[in-house]
């Protein structure tokens, strides 16, 4: 039994997430969906864990071949109460698979936006240690507009008001990048000029931005992906893995 991975670019990789998962004793099946496309999909969700969708350049509404694919087992998975997880482009496609709406923002957010907790999140089990307003470090063109019937939003940022999202019973959405560390946010800040400059940020701003606030977004990024693999996962479906 594990835990699917679906990976949608080179640099967006499961990170300190994936790490403590596996020192949890999970097994990761990562899927390259950006190099192998639709044939990375799992066929059916026998012997699943869970669910997680990582982020990507890619964008809801953009025609790639995989992603009716990737939101039929996500729906799936939700609907049979597994553990789903989406990051960044990843929550954008649990939204819209879920029947929530996702477009494109006025202006890209980038850099390490505070992200506050509304008092919902301030008592949610996954969110339990994270500071109340935390940077987080964020990358994206493209927010929820609208969360899906009966979703309930925990946080949001001064630009992106849905930051942080859960549907149904074990299903997560974090607009924001909990599971990177320094060297994965040098390598988001250099990859795409054009992005840099929409969001009115050169490399240099961001990396400094990251340096200045890193302690603290690392701090709680630990203690995310420890609730996470502590308290979304079932024990005893774990115990008969």
């Known amino acids: 039994m594990a835990i699917i991975v679906f990976q949608h670019s080179e640099r967006g990789g499961p990170g300190r997430l994936g790490a403590t998962l596996r020192d949890h004793g999970f097994k ?29 350049p890619q964008n809801v509404g953009e025609s790639h071949e995989w992603m009716p694919g990737e939101m039929a087992l996500l729906k799936q998975a ?15 496609v649990i939204a819209a698979t879920l029947g929530g709406e996702v477009g494109p923002m006025e202006k890209p957010e980038l850099g390490m936006p505070i992200v506050s907790l509304n008092p919902a999140g301030q008592i949610e089990t996954m969110l339990a240690g994270i500071p109340w307003d ?10 929820v507009k609208k969360l899906p019937p009966g979703a309930q939003v925990f946080g949001g940022s001064k630009q992106c008001k849905v930051q942080v999202f ?21 390598a988001f800040a250099a990859a795409d000029g054009a992005f840099l400059e929409r969001a009115g940020m050169t490399a240099q701003d961001v990396l400094l931005s990251a ?15 420890v609730n996470l693999a502590a308290y979304l996962f079932p024990l005893s479906r774990k115990m008969t893995a």
């Open 28 to 56: 990761l099946d990562i899927r390259r969906l950006d190099l192998d496309g639709a044939g990375a999909l799992p066929p059916d969700l026998d012997n699943v864990h869970g669910i997680i969708s990582l982020g990507g």
């Open 78 to 92: 939700h609907e049979r109460q597994l553990p789903v997880i989406g990051i960044c482009l990843g929550a954008q």
């Open 211 to 225: 340096e200045r606030h890193y302690e603290m977004y690392a701090r709680a990024a630990d203690r995310l992906a």
């Open 166 to 186: 859960r549907a149904g019973i074990r299903t997560y959405g974090f607009q924001y990048h909990p599971e990177c560390d320094m060297e994965m946010i040098k």
């Open 134 to 143: 935390c940077p987080q470090f964020s990358t994206h063109g493209y927010e």
